[in-house]
């Protein structure tokens, strides 16, 4: 009924940069917030960046001036510009999205994506 679809993800150098987009599509009457986690092997997934409705933005200690969440609210997708990258960055990052349905009716509900590989050589 809903789909997150991620691209971007890719290998790059210490230091480069990538670009991730995430778009929605399916039955959806309302999104609130939209985000990127992270899961590195071994180790628990967590939050990135996020953005909500209300134009709130969070970012992770470890990411903050580095890494730029936007939001495309009529294409229903969020992007990640990742800058300066660390090999401490690397992870498979997955879309997240906060949507209500338009049938059956009711709250929303937590959607991820796939999720996209990013690998960053030292």
């Known amino acids: 009924q809903v789909q997150l679809v991620e691209s971007g993800g890719g290998s790059v150098q210490s230091g480069g940069s990538l670009r991730l987009s995430c778009s929605a599509s399916g039955n959806i009457d309302g999104i609130n917030s939209m985000a990127w986690y992270r899961q590195a092997p071994e180790k628990q997934r967590e939050l990135v960046a996020k953005?909500?409705?209300?134009?709130?933005?969070t970012y992770a200690e470890s990411v903050k001036d580095r890494f730029t969440i936007s939001r495309d609210l009529p294409k229903m997708s969020v992007y990640l510009q990742m800058n300066s990258l660390k090999p401490e960055d690397a992870a498979i990052y997955y879309c997240h999205s906060e949507i209500r349905l338009r049938f059956p009716s009711g709250g929303f509900s937590a959607y991820w994506g796939q999720g996209t590989p990013v690998l960053v050589s030292s």
């Open positions: 953005t909500t409705a209300d134009g709130t933005i």
